[in-house]
């Protein structure tokens, strides 16, 4: 792919507990400037798209432990689209999915999706889990119609890998998020077969794409 391309496949993010409006802004301005999309908290949404028209905008649901009830994360999915969001990135119930509440976890992701018109990504914080529970939830956001799959939500220890993303796109779409902090494991995550890129370091991650 091209560098147009490349940049268009990385979610700069910024979701940590601190960020303030003026950390957005310098989050879009710069998703404008190297043509990424931005991620961004739900608190901002509406904000950030007068702000930055022209930027495609994630937020996130049931962020970040995905333990708020299924009816609350469908309306927070649905004030975020109102809001102008994009895309939404969703968390699942991790808790009900170790207990094998596997229905549970299919129906919290098909409330959602079910809820919006735009896409549903599913985080299914791949560091807290098994190989069999990685399965049971990408099986659960097939079902639910989810868009993709995402690895990470960047809070609990650990992040994307190339062994999970192989394994989570033989399901889905993959955005690998979590960890990736350069352009090589950028490159090395969509060759692990990534369509998306999750970062904080997106700026850096373009900058390294070789003239």
């Given at each position: 792919?091209?560098?147009?391309?490349?940049?268009?496949?990385?979610?700069?993010?910024?979701?940590?507990?601190?960020?303030?409006?003026?950390?957005?802004?310098?989050?879009?301005?710069?998703?404008?400037?190297?043509?990424?999309?931005?991620?961004?908290?739900?608190?901002?949404?509406?904000?950030?798209?007068?702000?930055?028209?022209?930027?495609?905008?994630?937020?996130?649901?049931?962020?970040?432990?995905?333990?708020?009830?299924?009816?609350?994360?469908?309306?927070?999915?649905?004030?975020?689209?109102?809001?102008?969001?994009?895309?939404?990135?969703?968390?699942?119930?991790?808790?009900?999915?170790?207990?094998?509440?596997?229905?549970?976890?299919?129906?919290?992701?098909?409330?959602?999706?079910?809820?919006?018109?735009?896409?549903?990504?599913?985080?299914?914080?791949?560091?807290?889990?098994?190989?069999?529970?990685?399965?049971?939830?990408?099986?659960?956001?097939?079902?639910?119609?989810?868009?993709?799959?995402?690895?990470?939500?960047?809070?609990?220890?650990?992040?994307?890998?190339?062994?999970?993303?192989?394994?989570?796109?033989?399901?889905?779409?993959?955005k690998a998020s979590g960890g990736v902090g350069s352009y090589e494991k950028a490159t090395e995550m969509f060759d692990a077969g990534a369509e998306r890129i999750g970062?904080?370091s997106g700026v850096d991650i373009v900058s390294g794409y070789p003239e």
């Amino acid at each position: 792919m091209d560098r147009t391309e490349f940049a268009a496949r990385i979610d700069h993010t910024v979701l940590g507990p601190e960020t303030t409006l003026s950390d957005v802004e310098r989050v879009l301005d710069e998703a404008a400037e190297y043509g990424m999309n931005a991620c961004i908290p739900p608190c901002y949404v509406a904000e950030a798209t007068d702000y930055a028209p022209d930027v495609t905008v994630a937020t996130v649901v049931g962020f970040p432990h995905g333990q708020h009830s299924t009816a609350a994360k469908r309306e927070e999915a649905v004030d975020a689209w109102e809001s102008g969001a994009d895309e939404l990135d969703m968390v699942i119930n991790v808790g009900r999915l170790k207990a094998a509440e596997n229905d549970a976890v299919e129906e919290d992701v098909a409330e959602v999706v079910a809820a919006v018109p735009v896409p549903v990504k599913v985080i299914i914080e791949t560091a807290l889990l098994s190989e069999d529970e990685k399965r049971r939830a990408c099986e659960a956001a097939v079902e639910a119609d989810a868009d993709f799959v995402k690895t990470s939500t960047g809070f609990a220890e650990g992040g994307a890998t190339v062994d999970d993303v192989e394994l989570m796109a033989e399901y889905l779409p993959v955005k690998a998020s979590g960890g990736v902090g350069s352009y090589e494991k950028a490159t090395e995550m969509f060759d692990a077969g990534a369509e998306r890129i999750g970062a904080s370091s997106g700026v850096d991650i373009v900058s390294g794409y070789p003239e």
